[in-house]
T-cell receptor, first 109, second 112 residues
């Protein structure tokens, strides 16, 4: 099945800093989603972005489908951005959503 | 409205109990999903319902029994669980295969 790798596994930032989270995948994708899982476990949809670039406030994402990667940019980070960021894809011969292992972000005041 | 609701939020049950988890969506989605998530791991797919029919069972033990009474509701019936089944159980819905999935807040299950 399709493989999803996220990097870095852990990230510590000072409030106000910018960051880039990366997601690599091993096959063509029909669906790519970025989620933020808050400390209570809720998975919050950030972007549905199988290709192209999108922006939502301080967050933006770019997927380069031909090169099989996606990037999530967080600008002017806030403590509420802390949590785990998952990239998940549907692709290859599989119709199920396959998650990466996640990136744990800690933003310090 | 992009909301998926789940009840209960927390559940503690003994290994001989029978309980059910409930999930509801009113987005007109035709696919609904159950996931299981252990601490510090990504969610793992358990079941997929498409147009109220079970389309994927990821080799889940029979002590977990899904049910889709109608297009808006999804249940997960639990019986004779083991302590290792303690986890966060997430429900999701989407318009169909390959479309954006929306997740509920989850049920945190503890089996004693």
């Amino acid at each position: 099945g399709i493989q999803v790798e996220q990097s870095p596994p852990d990230l510590i930032l000072q409030e106000g800093a910018n960051s880039t989270l990366r997601c690599n995948f091993s096959d063509s994708v029909n669906n790519l989603q970025w989620f933020h899982q808050n400390p209570w476990g809720q998975l919050i949809n950030l972007f549905y972005i199988p290709s192209g670039t999108k922006q939502n406030g301080r967050l933006s994402a770019t997927t380069v489908a031909t090169e099989r990667y996606s990037l999530l940019y967080i600008s002017s980070s806030q403590t509420t951005d802390s949590g785990v960021y998952f990239c998940a894809v549907v692709g290859g011969a599989n119709s199920k959503l396959t998650f990466g292992k996640g990136i744990t972000l800690s933003v310090r005041p | 409205d992009t909301e998926v609701t789940q009840t209960p939020k927390h559940l503690v049950m003994g290994m001989t109990n029978k309980k059910s988890l409930k999930c509801e969506q009113h987005m007109g989605h035709r696919a609904m999903y159950w996931y299981k998530q252990k601490a510090k791991k990504p969610p793992e797919l358990m079941f997929v319902y498409s147009y109220e029919k079970l389309s994927i069972n990821e080799s889940v033990p029979s002590r977990f029994s899904p049910e889709c009474p109608n297009s808006s509701l999804l249940n997960l019936h639990l019986h004779a669980l083991q302590p290792e089944d303690s986890a966060l159980y997430l429900c999701a819905s989407s318009q169909g295969d390959g479309y954006e999935q929306y997740f509920g807040p989850g049920t945190r299950l503890t089996v004693t």
